[in-house]
T-cell receptor, first 111, second 116 residues
Framework: GEDVEQSLFLSVREGDSSVINCTYT??????LYWYKQEPGAGLQLLTY?????DMKQDQRLTVLLNKKDKHLSLRIADTQTGDSAIYFC???????????FGSGTQLTVLP | GAVVSQHPSRVICKSGTSVKIECRSL??????MFWYRQFPKQSLMLMAT?????????EQGVEKDKFLINHASLTLSTLTVTSAHPEDSSFYICSAKLAALYNEQFFGPGTRLTVL
């Protein structure tokens, strides 16, 4: 089946940029997503990218997609303490449009 | 924006009892709702896909007789954990899709179930 992988932890200093990476195996992925989850809460959609795009920018967030390598990244510019959370990448493919999630990356922002 | 609520947010029950969790789309009609389970510090695992007016489609390994899903209306889906055991303790999250072809899922805040 489809597999989505992420590194588990990332620590950055406040004000620096964060880059969270994700790889996936399903070559028929149509949409790829980044979600943010704060402790004890549900998931908040941050951004998504269609598979025929290679970059999308939305304020402090930049998504890069390398479809050939099946690699997705999320860059957060000027990272703030409020950005500390778990970030999940996810993909959908097929008619059912089910989401397959990565393991999540715990981002810790140090003062 | 589209809002999904879950009730209750936390529930503690005794082993052997049943617990019902509600998922509601507050300001839109959801043709499809999804139920996920999340263990501590782990990813979300899809349990089942629920379409209004039809039987839920369960993922492999998920017992449909234990996790009863009812999608009675376009704004409400319920998950009932029957004869709960401590190993059923988890964080249950639902999501809802706006329409069949629209790709975005809106997530509820989750329900923390603890079975004693």
């Amino acid at each position: 089946g489809e597999d989505v992988e992420q590194s588990l932890f990332l620590s950055v200093r406040e004000g620096d940029s964060s880059v969270i990476n994700c790889t996936y195996t399903d070559s028929s992925s149509t949409y790829l997503y980044w979600y943010k989850q704060e402790p004890g809460a549900g998931l908040q959609l941050l951004t998504y990218i269609f598979s025929n795009m290679d970059m999308k920018q939305d304020q402090r967030l930049t998504v890069l997609l390398n479809k050939k390598d099946k690699h997705l990244s999320l860059r957060i510019a000027d990272t703030q303490t409020g950005d500390s959370a778990i970030y999940f990448c996810a993909e959908t493919s097929g008619s059912a449009r089910q989401l397959t999630f990565g393991s999540g990356t715990q981002l810790t922002v140090l003062p | 924006g589209a809002v999904v609520s879950q009730h209750p947010s936390r529930v503690i029950c005794k082993s052997g009892t049943s617990v019902k969790i509600e998922c509601r789309s507050l300001d839109f009609q959801a043709t499809t709702m999804f139920w996920y389970r999340q263990f501590p510090k782990q990813s979300l695992m899809l349990m089942a896909t629920s379409n209004e007016g039809s039987k839920a489609t369960y993922e492999q390994g998920v017992e449909k007789d234990k996790f009863l899903i009812n999608h009675a209306s376009l704004t409400l889906s319920t998950l009932t954990v029957t004869s709960a055991h401590p190993e059923d303790s988890s964080f249950y999250i639902c999501s809802a899709k706006l329409a069949a072809l629209y790709n975005e899922q809106f997530f509820g805040p989750g329900t923390r179930l603890t079975v004693l």
